[in-house]
């Protein structure tokens, strides 16, 4: 996962947009160059994506205070694309060897493992380590860091984010209604939302993935939290029924009307609008969220009026309503060939005081801990920051095992599905199919 300022942090779109980039042209890129011969940077050239303005912001407010003098041995500059573009401009630059000292990595994981295999990403674990700073991050986005990654640490937490439902107090309030606590009081509080006239959900089906994140949430409560790590490892397939089951539990939400009308049009800053406008009730999302949620120009609601739950339990489930979805946004990483001291005295100084810089200056949690005394915004935020602390098992998100080609095909046929003119088990099927061809 993401991505949020000048008009405060906008959209953010980070790992849940996966792009189609072919890693078959990827490895031609990088077969046979190895990590290429170590080069001195002239500069701390960092790649990011358009849709997300936290990490540069941060990362401008820091090259001019705390870390002032690794950005004057070692200006920051700072070049962005469209998230869409990423992957193929990656590649590209993997081809030419001219990967920046930091960038963005890929969409989905298995670029950026193509990378690492290929040598052109550093070993980050081994290099924090170098700089004692390993200690700086977040266990718990480690730990998710590593899931993703094959166990290894490939990339860098400038976001570390948690998933549930977020959720209008005062129109809970005023119709009488509890937060629920099983799948089934979910839909029956739907029932009662829309028998008065309120849109129970808020979803965007143009990105695909809030309405896929809600699949793998009934599949983590009815069977486990490896129900998506079977099918990966060939285990499980989504065309079993007890998978199917997920797809349809999420489709007659849509068949019911539970989003709206034209949710396959709607974009992440129109959902987003419509929750924080009162339009409707509940909002899947990650915790990114919250600096939306605490800015006043967006948030007409009022911040006070903002609740935050888990996805609920599945009766008979095997999962518990305790293990958070997660994810660490659009994972930064840096350069082999370009680490050097000069770099390191950057990292060094990112692992200790970014994650007070973009929790302070810009509401955003990271995976890096906070080193200094920060209030919170609201209730909400500190909430979901209690919640982060305490979890003590977290999952991942659909598609965060899916190669490219599946990522980009469930989340172009989510909305179809909730729409009814794909069918729960054509969606799953074809999900399957686009795995089965990686």
Known sequence: MSPRMPRPRRARLSLFTAGAASLALLATACGGGGAGSSAAPKEFGYLGVTENTTVKAAMTTLSEGACKTANDALPLKVETVPQASLDQKLQL???QDA???QFAAGNAPALTQQLARSGKVADLEAKLKELGVD????????????ALYGGKLEVLPYEYNIEGIF???KIFADNGLKVPGTWDELVATAVKLEAKGVQPFSASGQQGWPLTRLISGYL???LGPDALRKVADGKAKLTDPEYVKAAEEVAALGRKGYFGKGVGSI???TAMNQFLTGKAAMFYMGSWALANIADGKQNKVGAENVGFMPFPAVSGGKGSIDQYPSNVGLGITLAARSFDDKTGDWVSCIAKNYGGTALKDHGSISGFKVNTEVEDANAVTTQVR???????RNVLWFEALFSTKATTVSQTNAASLVAGSTSPE????TVQDALAAR
Not at 135 to 146: H, N, R, W, Y
């Open 386 to 392: 209690d919640t982060i602390s305490s979890s003590k």
């Open 267 to 269: 974009d992440y800053d």
């Open 167 to 169: 959720y209008n107090k």
């Open 220 to 222: 983590y409560r009815s």
């Open 99 to 101: 990967l920046p000292v």
């Open 93 to 95: 630059l993997a081809g």
């Open 426 to 429: 054509q969606f799953m099927r």
């Open 135 to 146: 200690d700086q991050l977040e266990p718990a986005a480690v730990s998710t860091i590593k």
